[in-house]
T-cell receptor, first 111, second 114 residues
Framework: GENVEQHPSTLSVQEGDSAVIKCTYSDSASNYFPWYKQELGKRPQLIIDIRSNVGEKKDQRIAVTLNKTAKHFSLHITETQPEDSAVYFCAAAGGSYIPTFGRGTSLIVHP | GAGVSQSPSNKVTEKGKDVELRCDPISGHTALYWYRQSLGQGLEFLIYFQGNSAPDKSGLPSDRFSAERTGGSVSTLTIQRTQQEDSAVYLC????????????FGEGSWLTVV
């Protein structure tokens, strides 16, 4: 089955800096890669996603890149703000019935 | 409905009791997933349904856990003879189908076994 590795587990940045979270996957049949943000005590919410026929996607301060050959994808947040502090999960789906999630990255943005 | 709805939102139960957690997916979503999230941990897959069928039950932690879905809509996760290690947030999610579509999460059911 699919295996998703996510790094780092914790990321601490100063407000205004950029943050990068990286994930790798194992199943070359996976074709859909969503990213979720989970604030404390809340549900995970989709913030951006990318499909395997696209190499990069951007939405304001958030961007995701995908390298199918290397089987890795990354989340980039620019000009971080304190409200970006949360746990971020990557996932890979489509190759099997079950979306497989990474273990999460706790992002802390210091004012 | 507008989103995935779960009940109860919070449940405190005594060790050894049975609990039922309910999930009402987004209308028209055929795929439904249950995940478990322990405090500060990631998302542990439990089971998924395509329609009323559960092709993969391999994520259920033990035979005390079971789930069903009726009418291709509401799903119930049942935990029998609860143990303290069952304490966690149980998240339900749904998607249009299982083939690489966005999944939407409910708010979760916070279960505490005392």
């Amino acid at each position: 089955g699919e295996n998703v590795e996510q790094h780092p587990s914790t990321l601490s940045v100063q407000e205004g800096d950029s943050a990068v979270i990286k994930c790798t996957y194992s199943d070359s049949a996976s074709n859909y890669f969503p990213w979720y943000k989970q604030e404390l005590g809340k549900r995970p919410q989709l913030i951006i996603d990318i499909r395997s026929n696209v190499g990069e996607k951007k939405d304001q301060r958030i961007a995701v890149t995908l390298n199918k050959t290397a089987k890795h994808f990354s989340l980039h947040i620019t000009e971080t703000q304190p409200e970006d502090s949360a746990v971020y999960f990557c996932a890979a789906a489509g190759g099997s019935y079950i979306p497989t999630f990474g273990r999460g990255t706790s992002l802390i943005v210091h004012p | 409905g507008a989103g995935v709805s779960q009940s109860p939102s919070n449940k405190v139960t005594e060790k050894g009791k049975d609990v039922e957690l309910r999930c009402d997916p987004i209308s028209g979503h055929t795929a439904l997933y249950w995940y478990r999230q322990s405090l500060g941990q990631g998302l542990e897959f439990l089971i998924y349904f395509q329609g009323n069928s559960a092709p993969d039950k391999s994520g259920l932690p033990s035979d005390r856990f079971s789930a069903e879905r009726t009418g291709g809509s509401v799903s119930t996760l049942t935990i029998q003879r609860t143990q303290q290690e069952d304490s966690a947030v149980y998240l339900c999610a749904s998607s249009v189908s299982y083939l690489g579509n966005t999944i939407y999460f409910g708010e979760g059911s916070w279960l505490t076994v005392v």
